[in-house]
Nanobody, 119 residues
Framework: QVQLVESGGGLVQAGGSLRLSCAASGRTFSRYIMGWFRQAPGKEREFVAAIAWSGGSPYYADSVKGRFTISRDNAKSTVYLEMNSLKPEDTAVYYC????????????WGQGTQVTVSS
């Protein structure tokens, strides 16, 4: 079992930056593909980024490529999402996920953290 707790969301102006963190509990954190999804009001939840257990091979949605960076620290059981050049369309609740099995599925989810980008 894995429990995930996100932090770092907030309100930022367009062009600004935020860093999300996701602290995981559970002994097998390092084995899982970790990542982030987001859900904007009235929209389906969508994939944002994922990273393999080794920290290599990060994968990004086209909409965030070049602006967002995902990383992980297995010693701290934490995964991060550095978000730069934020746009109003990035406004959403961001969810940390563990044991990602597809672009829309994961076995463990955090409670979500709100990111609001003002224009």
């Amino acid at each position: 079992q894995v429990q995930l707790v996100e932090s770092g969301g907030g309100l930022v102006q367009a062009g600004g930056s935020l860093r999300l963190s996701c602290a995981a509990s559970g002994r097998t954190f390092s084995r899982y593909i970790m990542g982030w999804f987001r859900q904007a009001p009235g929209k389906e939840r969508e994939f944002v980024a994922a990273i393999a257990w080794s920290g290599g091979s990060p994968y990004y949605a086209d909409s965030v490529k070049g602006r967002f960076t995902i990383s992980r620290d297995n010693a701290k059981s934490t995964v991060y999402l550095e978000m730069n050049s934020l746009k109003p369309e990035d406004t959403a609740v961001y969810y940390c996920a563990a044991d990602i099995t597809s672009s829309s599925r994961a076995n463990y989810w955090g409670q979500g953290t709100q990111v609001t980008v003002s224009s």
